[in-house]
């Protein structure tokens, strides 16, 4: 082993990055071609191979491009809630009425907006605890001379939107639940 190895990797959803001795990231899809950038003494622990067999196996994106596209058709059906216009009443003076969004509609936005919530939840857990998981194991597989990290910022962005999402399906049932109190309170 060399006692100059100095080897940061970080691995993500799309691509690997390597930057040896504070140079310059380079980053692949493939772990084959950031191995053939280094003298064979760089990586005597197989740090990347450790980081292609977390990034292929572990790391998964799927249900967050579901939540995503979920995300997507909800803003669509959000967007076909009736605006506000102008009515004029019996005395001739004109009054601006928003009409309420139909059952079904409110109902199919509000139910896809949990859906995506849960999908990005559990996508969000499952990348946290994955992630925690592999530095924990590569750390104790080399007796503490490798030293991991899991990005910061990367998992509070995540719980972020998780947050948000979660937030906006609360503002739709709350919505769902308001007009069945009103129109209960209407009908009597």
Not at 46 to 62: E, P, Q, R, T, W
Request: include cysteine.
């Amino acid at each position: 082993m060399s006692n100059n190895a100095s080897l940061d990797i970080r691995a993500g959803y799309f691509a690997l990055c390597l930057r040896h001795a504070q140079g310059e990231w380079s980053c692949s899809r493939n772990a084959t071609s950031l191995v053939q950038r280094l003298q064979p003494d760089q990586d005597p622990a197989n740090l990347i191979g450790y980081a292609a067999s977390f990034k292929d196996d572990i790391v998964f994106y799927g249900l967050i491009v579901a939540a995503i596209v979920l995300l997507v058709v909800v803003i669509g059906i959000l967007m076909t809630f009736p605006g506000w216009h102008e009515e004029i009443d019996d005395s001739g003076s004109a009054r601006d009425i928003k009409p309420f969004p139909s059952r079904s509609v409110t109902s199919t936005a509000s139910l896809l907006s949990i859906l995506a919530s849960f999908l990005a939840l559990l996508s969000m857990l499952w990348q946290h605890v994955a992630s925690v998981t592999f530095v924990t194991d590569v750390e104790n597989m080399t007796y503490r001379l490798v030293q991991g990290h899991v990005g910061v910022v990367g998992l509070a962005l995540g719980w972020l939107a998780v947050g948000i999402m979660l937030l906006g399906s609360t503002g739709l049932l709350v919505m769902i639940f308001s007009l069945n109190l009103l129109d209960a309170l209407t009908d009597d």
